[in-house]
Structures are given as structure tokens and as C-alpha cells.
């Protein structure tokens, strides 16, 4: 396998009310990668984020004051990036230590392996493992994958896990296609659907999900039918991609 250039790699971290975790992970960070580009989007009340990250180099930190997304948080890091030269390869995870920084190097290894646009970190495929979820937490998972593969009809394992890494060109497309259907997880659904139906390369590696033990989960009610409903739009938005190529 043929060595990764570790130094044309961003990060992507969304971020809201997680002082307690952000300093842990851009640490742990730090001790896989050479001081990536790291933006955090703070949806945050306050700045408190920004003051435990003032320690750490290659930071760009961008403070919007309001819960505006998730999924749009994620889209405004990419579109910080998209002139940027000499990055080539952008990750995507989140604040709360769910997704394990010791696995970005052998995933980076296989999406340039693959040649990929889009390698999603699953949390179904055979060894993969999830940690301190509730059985409430793992059944809604369980369903609302099984759900959007249902009607989507694209061949992978793991629609909502937000750990990912994206080729260039592939966020350049994102950013002037994605956002209009919702702002928080169903982007994640979004994006894959104006992927796969482009004929952007996507793969799955396994990988072990660890459930936040500290902060404030942003999963809520409102967020769940959000997602449900906003699952039919991206649907309809399949449908309009498929009779334009065809």
C-alpha cells in the first residue's frame, strides 16, 4: 500500500456546547496527524470552546452563536476549503469522541488504496462495534438506516455516521448541491445521494463508535422527524438526479 501524504488532510468538526470534549480530541488528534488544518464550527451559546483550544496550532475556529445545524456546519467547513491548495483529503467527525482518531490513518491509507471520493466509517458492517448506547439509541439507529436504504437504494451499511473522508473534488460538488433540503443529520443522507448518483467513488470501512459519556447529545425529538421527513425529500431529489443522467 502506498504511503498517504498526511500533511494535505483537513479537519471538519461541528461543534456545539462540547468544552469538555474538544480538548481531548484535538489532542488525540495531534498524536496521528501532523498539525492538520482543523476548523471547528461552533453553534455554541458561548465561546467557551474557543478558549480550550487556544493552546493548539492550525486552528481556524468559526463562531455562529446559534443552533443552525450540524449538517450545515459541515458544509460551511468545506466551502472554508474549497480554494484551499495543497489539501486534497477532508475529514469529517464529531466533537464528542464518538469517532476515534486512531483510525483516521489506516482509513486514510484505504480511501487513497480505493481511489475514493467518500469513505464513510460504519458503524454496521461486520467488525465494527458501538459502546454505552442505550437500546432506545440503537434500535432508532438500526431502523433509521434500514429506512433510508429502503428508499434510497444505495448499497452501503451506514447512512448517519458522520466520521467520513471526502476527496477534493467531491466537496466542491457537495457545496454547490447540498443544504436545501435541511440543516442537520439528513444532510449526511443528502450528500451520499448526490454522490452515488454522480458516479463519485464511495466505500465503507468498519469502525468502533463510542457513545458520548460527557456534553450534551444534540439528538432530539425535533431532529429525529426532521430526519424522517426530510428522508422523502432527498428521494425526490435521487429521482430528479437519475432523469437528468439518463
Known sequence: MKNVNFMSIAIIIPAFKE?????????????????PIIIIIDDSPDRETQEKIKAFNNIRYIYRGQKLGRGSAVIEGMRNLINEKGINKIIEMDADLSHDPNEIQNNLKIFERDNLDLLISSRYLKDSRITNWTLRRRIFSILSNSLAKFVLKIPITDFTNGFRIYSKDSIGHIVANCGKIGDGFIILSEILVELYFNNFKIGEVHSTFNNRTRGESSVNLKLILDSFFGLFKVYKRKKEIISKTN
Open 19 to 35: 468544552t469538555d470534549n474538544i480538548e481531548k480530541l484535538i489532542f488525540s488528534i495531534s498524536k496521528v496527524l501532523n498539525d
